[in-house]
Antibody, heavy 117, light 106 residues
C-alpha cells in the first residue's frame, strides 16, 4: 500500500523559514516524480512544485518561485519542501503527492503551515 | 495559466444521476483528471485522462470530454459521495486545478 507521510509543519512568523518532509513507502520512490500541492483554509487546491524521479528537473508555481525549493533523497525515500521568506498567504495545508504522468495518484494526509505574527 | 471553471455546488438525492462540469480556458487534449475530497481528508484520484477509472474507484463514477469541456458523472449517487470534486489539467504549464464543486445530498 502506498503511503505518504508529511511532517514539519507549524506556526511561524512572516519572513521566517520552514522545511517540510514527506516520507514515502509502498512503492519504488526513486522511479516517480513527486509534487507539492497546497490548500489554503476553505479554499481550493494549488499546485506549487514538481520534481522528477532523479531530481533532473524541478518546476515551480510563480507564487513560490525563488522562495521555495523542492528536493528529494531517494536513499531515504523522502521528499522535501524548503520554504523561505514565508508570507501570510502561504498559510495552508501542504500535501505531497505521487506523480503518474501528470496526475496525482496518491496523496499524503497533509502538513499544516500557519504564517502569522 | 489555464483556468478551469466548475460550478460551485450541486444538490442531488440519493439514487439520482449527477454530472459535474469542468471547462478549461484553453485546450487540454484529454489531460483532465478528477479528484474527490471529503471534509478533513486529502484528495483522492477518481478519474485520470478524462475517462479512465482509477484503481479501486466504484464504476458508478465515470468521466468524459476532450479539448475544453469535461464531465464527471456519478450514477447512481450514494450518501457517501458527499464531498468536493476538483478537476485538474496537466497539458499546459503550470498544472492547474478547478475551484471545486461541492456535492450535497438532499
Amino acid at each position: 500500500e502506498v503511503q505518504l507521510v508529511e511532517s514539519g509543519g507549524g506556526l511561524v512568523k512572516p519572513g521566517s523559514s520552514l522545511k517540510l518532509s514527506c516520507v514515502a513507502s509502498g512503492f519504488t520512490f526513486s522511479s516517480y516524480g513527486m509534487h507539492w500541492i497546497r490548500q489554503a483554509p476553505k479554499k481550493g487546491l494549488e499546485w506549487i512544485a514538481l520534481i522528477y524521479y532523479d531530481s533532473s528537473n524541478k518546476y515551480y508555481a510563480d507564487s513560490v518561485k525563488g522562495r521555495f525549493t523542492i528536493s528529494r533523497d531517494n536513499s531515504k525515500n523522502t521528499l522535501y519542501l524548503e520554504m523561505n521568506s514565508l508570507r501570510s498567504e502561504d498559510t495552508a495545508m501542504y500535501y505531497c503527492a505521487k506523480d503518474h504522468y501528470g496526475f496525482m495518484d496518491a496523496w499524503g494526509q497533509g502538513a499544516s503551515v500557519t504564517v502569522s505574527s | 495559466d489555464t483556468v478551469l471553471t466548475q460550478s460551485p455546488a450541486l444538490a442531488v438525492s440519493p439514487g439520482e444521476r449527477v454530472s459535474i462540469s469542468c471547462r478549461a480556458s484553453e485546450g487540454v487534449n484529454s489531460y483532465m483528471h478528477w479528484y474527490q475530497q471529503k471534509p478533513g481528508q486529502q484528495p483522492k484520484l477518481l478519474i485520470y485522462k478524462a475517462s479512465n477509472l482509477a484503481s479501486g474507484v466504484p464504476a458508478r463514477f465515470s468521466g468524459s470530454g476532450s479539448g475544453t469541456d469535461f464531465t464527471l458523472t456519478i450514477d447512481p449517487v450514494e450518501a457517501d459521495d458527499t464531498a468536493t470534486y476538483f478537476c485538474q489539467q496537466s497539458w499546459n504549464d503550470p498544472y492547474t486545478f478547478g475551484a471545486g464543486t461541492k456535492l450535497e445530498l438532499k
